[in-house]
């Protein structure tokens, strides 16, 4: 985790909130690994024996997509090299990166502890770089960017991409392909919500955090989500956090093409595409947070909902100051949960 100097060079770098997003900047130290292509790859967890080839530890695996290679974080445990692990895909916000994501989740502290590999890709849409490691924003599928104008047309593909991504640190990494998961803040909230929709064969579960989304905003109709946007082919299991003094991504919604409805209602649509028969059910976790759940759901594809009062567009249970965003709630740990909720769903077939 950052020392205290960090955090408070974190916290005097933080840049006002904007029209619909904030700026982060922060000190913090970057991959010291120099990028490395991919290998040949292995069956990682493709049904033979695989060899990790990545070192333990915090690195950068050249990503090869549409003739680019792109830098991905990559980091990985001291974990036996013939052992396919779980892989999580950590996805920054808008107008943020990878560094500073990975610092914001914690995640790579849980690879550590529970022997999973954590991939912390970039978006490929710029924004004016004031962050040490630049200001980028993911490819959302038919949505367009906080700026209000749509990426253009040859913008990278970032299913497709990610879906590169996880084949490539699969090939590098002996990966379990049943167990691959990902998360996301704000902007990356949407995007791993994306993926769950478009790219259900890969992703067992998903754990947004300020941006569960379930399709597009309809556009004739932004309180609803747009019929035949989110129609996975198989179930994935869905957790999300969020504060109800959000503004940025407002928890009641609100009349932005890029964000529109609810996330009560974002959660009750996968509700309803996983087929779930209970739910929901809600229960008082502490004075400030309200868990619903969804249970009974095809191939146990659950749905939670983490309700967090009074809380902002941030991150539950992280300990750096997101300053404008608003309050941070210490009463949960998002990182923790969704690990142990990614650590009992597993993609099935």
């Known amino acids: 985790m950052p020392s205290t100097v960090q955090r408070r060079a974190l916290r005097s770098t933080v840049a006002g909130l904007g029209a619909l997003a904030t700026i982060l900047a922060a000190t913090v130290p970057a991959v010291a690994a120099a990028p490395s292509a991919a290998p040949a790859g292995h069956p990682a967890g493709k049904g033979g024996a695989c060899v990790r080839t990545l070192d333990a530890g915090t690195s950068t695996l050249g990503v090869a997509f549409e003739g680019e290679t792109y830098d991905v974080r990559v980091h990985v445990p001291d ?32 690879a550590d502890a529970e022997d999973v590999i954590v991939a912390t890709p970039t978006g490929d849409l710029a924004f004016e770089h004031t962050l040490p490691d630049g200001n980028w924003a993911w490819n959302v599928p038919d949505v367009p960017l906080t700026s209000g104008t749509f990426p253009p047309a040859d913008a990278r593909d970032d299913v497709a991409f990610l879906r590169a991504v996880v084949d490539q640190v699969d090939g590098a990494g002996c990966v379990d392909d049943r167990r691959v ?31 569960l989304r379930a399709g597009r905003p309809d556009p004739a109709d932004l309180s609803r989500p747009e019929a035949g946007t989110c129609e996975p ?41 996983n087929d779930c028969r209970v739910g929901p059910r809600s229960v008082a976790v502490s004075d400030e947070v309200t868990r619903y759940a969804w249970t009974k759901c095809d191939e146990h594809a659950d749905v939670v909902l983490y309700e967090v009062a009074d809380a902002g567009h941030t991150w539950p249970g992280s300990d750096l100051d997101m300053g404008p965003l608003g309050r941070t709630t210490q009463d949960i740990d998002a990182t923790a949960l969704m690990w142990d909720f990614f650590s009992s769903h597993q993609r099935r077939g």
């Open 79 to 110: 974990a036996p090299d013939h052992r396919a692990l779980p892989l999580v895909l950590d996805l920054h916000g808008s107008n943020n990166n990878a560094t500073l994501q990975a610092q914001i989740s914690g995640l790579e502290q849980v």
């Open 233 to 273: 082919e198989n179930p994935v299991a869905v957790m999300t956090f969020h504060g109800t003094a959000d503004q940025v991504n407002p928890y009641q919604g609100n009349g932005d093409p890029r964000w529109g409805y609810t996330t009560q209602l974002a959660a009750h649509e996968w509700a309803d595409i």
């Open 181 to 211: 998961y990902a998360t996301g803040f704000s902007g990356g909230g949407r995007m791993a919500s994306a993926l769950a929709c478009e790219a259900s064969d890969v992703f067992a579960a998903i754990a947004p955090v300020a941006g």
